[in-house]
């Protein structure tokens, strides 16, 4: 059987902890795979100038999968101080590797699944009419545009005369003409149409495909009426096609009230960068928090899985590690689902689940624990040892 290559980033900090875990995992599943390493993060920046190498984008290109760990973002100035004495001088300019790759390959879709396992402790419950407790079953999956929106990259510090004459054609901006340029910081919010069809038309094939009622688009047409109204309009063209899928609409802020009263009620969920991101952190903190949260970045030929976590560091160099691997794991999956291997896909995902209902094997954030050495004296488990079970589950 010939080999699935797949280009191993692990990153920044827990990233290379949590990635060879996910490797162990889709080895035991006899997922029929080789693993090329490739460079992105901090160290790169700080030593090239450039936290996603041209050499890494090439293998990307080359291998079209991508299995990534996290990375450590910095604001500008701290980024800057960080770097290498002698590229100081040279413009050097930090911009998220992440975001970068999905902007390369237009990464555009990014699937973000928010599934409770049966057992979780750190599960959302809440009170009943009666007075008892009920933990109704999450089942979200939240669209996220992924290389658009407030992400797009496209900011000022101390605008340009061009950019504020461009500026003052609209009405709003006669509250800030008298701002000095120097106090002036501004980020464009940029949706376009067809990165807004493409989204919305994943998510209702989604959820035709995966048996979900309807698709939710949760954005904020009532003061965001250009962007959000966009991603509205496109919505309501796109589910034309669908006629056995409901669409509906809710409002981000609303949104974030709605999903700790009834978060049973929502499935297939679609927001611009910026709200996606929002909303899938939010689902995730009800399914156990980021130790569960996996997503997969898709492009018409490149496609990365991750977890949404970040990169922790000061969890990194704890041993032995305690760090949470599902989210890897579970981003791993995703990676099988995305070429065809379903049923290896639904064999980790059992055994997650297994894992986690046993309840013998549990990271120190399962047991509700601060994090730190003396969590496996508190009976935590290692990453390795929660790997060590998951496999054992197969």
Avoid at 30 to 37: D, K, L, S, T
Avoid at 50 to 56: D, V
Avoid at 311 to 331: C, D, G, Q, T
Avoid at 344 to 368: F, I
Wanted: with cysteine; hydrophobic share 40%.
């Amino acid at each position: 059987m010939s080999k699935t290559t797949i280009v191993s980033m692990p990153g920044d900090g827990i990233g290379k902890t949590v990635l060879p875990e996910a490797i162990r995992v889709l080895d035991a599943v006899q997922f029929a795979a080789e693993y090329v390493h490739a460079d992105i993060g901090w160290e790169f920046w700080t030593k090239e100038g450039n936290p996603l190498p041209e050499r890494t984008i090439e293998l990307l290109a080359e291998h079209k999968l991508g299995l990534f760990g996290a990375i450590t973002s910095k604001p500008k100035n701290e980024a800057a101080q960080e770097l290498s004495p002698e590229l100081r001088a040279k413009g050097c300019t930090y911009f998220s590797p992440i975001v970068g790759m999905r902007q390369r390959f237009n990464l555009d879709v990014c699937i973000r699944p928010c599934r409770s396992f049966a057992g979780n402790s750190l599960n959302f419950i809440r009170r009943t009419a009666e007075g008892g407790f009920e933990e109704p079953k999450v089942d979200a999956v939240i669209f996220r545009q992924n290389t658009e929106g407030l992400y797009c990259g496209l900011e000022f510090a101390n605008p340009p005369e061009i950019v504020r004459e461009a500026l003052a054609v609209h009405p709003k901006w006669k509250a800030f003409a008298d701002t000095p340029p120097a106090e002036l910081a501004m980020s464009m919010r940029l949706f376009t149409r067809k990165a807004c069809e493409r989204i919305v038309r994943a998510a209702f094939t989604y959820a035709q495909k995966h048996g979900y009622e309807g698709v939710t688009i949760c954005e904020k047409p009532n003061v965001l009426r250009e962007t959000s109204g966009m991603m509205e309009e496109v919505a309501r063209e796109v589910k034309k096609d669908f006629p056995d899928i409901a669409h509906w609409s809710t409002n981000i802020d609303a949104q974030m009230m709605w999903l700790t009263k009834n978060p049973e009620a929502y499935g297939v969920m679609v927001a611009g960068n910026l709200f996606g991101d929002i909303l899938s952190d939010a689902f995730a903190g009800l399914v156990g928090g980021l130790g569960f949260a996996c997503s997969g970045n898709i492009g018409d030929e490149v496609a990365v899985f991750e977890p949404t976590h970040g990169s922790a560091p000061k969890y990194e160099l704890l041993e032995p590690s305690i760090v949470n691997p599902i989210a890897m794991v579970l981003s791993g999956a995703m990676l099988l689902d995305h070429v065809g291997e379903t049923d290896k896909a639904q064999r980790v995902r059992n055994a997650v689940g297994t894992v986690v209902s046993e309840g013998k094997v549990r990271s120190y954030d399962m047991m509700k624990l601060r994090g730190g050495p003396e969590a496996i004296a508190q009976g935590a488990a290692t990453t390795t040892q929660v790997t060590d079970a998951i496999i054992a589950a197969l």
